[in-house]
């Protein structure tokens, strides 16, 4: 069903115009066939499933599926103007969907003058865990030298 959309996307140009949650008002799937075609009549409610951060790339492949428009391939998700990311995760990172990182720098450097190093890395732990960071191994490069004694 997912890969039919690609294919409806060549085929037909006013699908090119639609996000994949916007495609399934103007057009049916035909599950014999397995290919979509345009809606004659009625009006339907597309929804994208709720996808839990914690899946990685599959989370951030659905936000793009929120704005990306007619795309004919898999390539063509992670492709933002001129540039090809080699992630969805780049991709969502360069349509500004994810924070920059500097808020967890700035803590960690903020810490550093009164925090010792056992405290440090307890703090880089704690945001670890808490999943919100966008680049963990940026925030590392840039505060390795404050968290090793």
């Known amino acids: ?53 914690s899946t990685g790339e599959l989370y951030y492949l659905r ?9 004919t391939c898999y390539d063509e998700l992670r492709k933002i103007g001129e540039t090809q990311y080699f992630t969805y995760r780049d991709a969502c990172f360069a349509m500004g969907f994810l924070e920059d990182d500097r808020v967890y720098i700035n803590a960690i450097k903020e810490s550093k003058d009164w925090g010792s190093g056992h405290f440090l890395r ?15 191994r940026h925030v590392w490069d840039e505060c390795k030298e404050w968290l090793s004694d």
């Open 1 to 53: 069903m997912f890969t039919s959309w690609f294919e409806a996307n060549k085929i037909w140009p006013q699908a090119r115009t639609l996000t994949y949650g916007q495609f399934v008002s103007k057009f049916v799937y035909v599950k014999k066939k397995r290919q979509w075609k345009p809606r004659k009549r009625g009006y339907t409610i597309g929804r994208l499933i709720w996808v839990p951060p």
């Open 63 to 71: 936000m793009m599926l929120t704005v990306i428009k007619g795309p």
């Open 122 to 136: 307890k703090l880089f732990v704690i945001i670890l865990l808490a999943n919100t960071m966008s680049r963990p």
